[in-house]
T-cell receptor, first 111, second 114 residues
Framework: DAKTTQPPSMDCAEGRAANLPCNHSTISGNEYVYWYRQIHSQGPQYIIHGLKNNETNEMASLIITEDRKSSTLILPHATLRDTAVYYCIVRITDSWGKFQFGAGTQVVVTP | NAGVTQTPKFRVLKTGQSMTLLCAQDMNHEYMYWYRQDPGMGLRLIHYSVGEGTTAKGEVPDGYNVSRLKKQNFLLGLESAAPSQTSVYFC?????????????FGPGTRLLVL
């Protein structure tokens, strides 16, 4: 199973871009990279996912390296409401439905 | 469209008591999941279901039972609660299990076992 490594915490100034790194060096060719976030006391919220190509939606951008061993989630203009724990997850293809959540990165956006 | 809802939101139990947590989704999703989250930790999968009438064990199934009698509902049961089951429980659902799919989570149920 591909595992992910994320920094435990990071700070970001309001209005600036937040770049959240994730290492997944053992990822298989058909495994997706997902990002979720969890705002305090709430259920996790889907942000974005991708396989090989970079992806963008209204919330964020996902940059995946060519070798797929790492990725970066970009929040283009962080707001105070983006303060949350961000989880990088590699989808386990042999056990459908199962997402393995690690400890994530605690992001604190400051004024 | 309420998405995924969970009842109750909060519950206090004494050791040995039983209870059932209810998860409901109105998105016609086939797949449903129960996770638990302990303080400072990520989510761990307890049980999941790939369709009405089916259930399967996740990472931490001991002490829990589940049932999926209706497609829209997924019940998590604690037959004899223990303090180690104090946690926040999240339910999730998704439209498909394999490949590219998104899980939608409920707001959580906070359980305290004394």
């Amino acid at each position: 199973d591909a595992k992910t490594t994320q920094p435990p915490s990071m700070d970001c100034a309001e209005g600036r871009a937040a770049n959240l790194p994730c290492n997944h060096s053992t990822i298989s060719g058909n495994e997706y990279v997902y990002w979720y976030r969890q705002i305090h006391s709430q259920g996790p919220q889907y942000i974005i996912h991708g396989l090989k190509n970079n992806e963008t939606n209204e919330m964020a951008s996902l940059i995946i390296t060519e070798d797929r061993k790492s990725s970066t989630l970009i929040l283009p203009h962080a707001t105070l409401r983006d303060t949350a724990v961000y989880y990088c997850i590699v989808r386990i293809t042999d056990s459908w439905g199962k997402f393995q959540f690690g400890a994530g990165t605690q992001v604190v956006v400051t004024p | 469209n309420a998405g995924v809802t969970q009842t109750p939101k909060f519950r206090v139990l004494k050791t040995g008591q039983s209870m059932t947590l209810l998860c409901a989704q109105d998105m016609n999703h086939e797949y449903m999941y129960w996770y638990r989250q302990d303080p400072g930790m990520g989510l761990r999968l307890i049980h999941y279901s790939v369709g009405e009438g089916t259930t399967a064990k996740g990472e931490v199934p001991d002490g829990y039972n589940v049932s999926r009698l209706k497609k829209q509902n997924f019940l998590l049961g604690l037959e004899s609660a223990a303090p180690s089951q104090t946690s926040v429980y999240f339910c999730a659902s998704s439209s498909q299990g394999a490949g590219s799919e998104t899980q939608y989570f409920g707001p959580g149920t906070r359980l305290l076992v004394l």
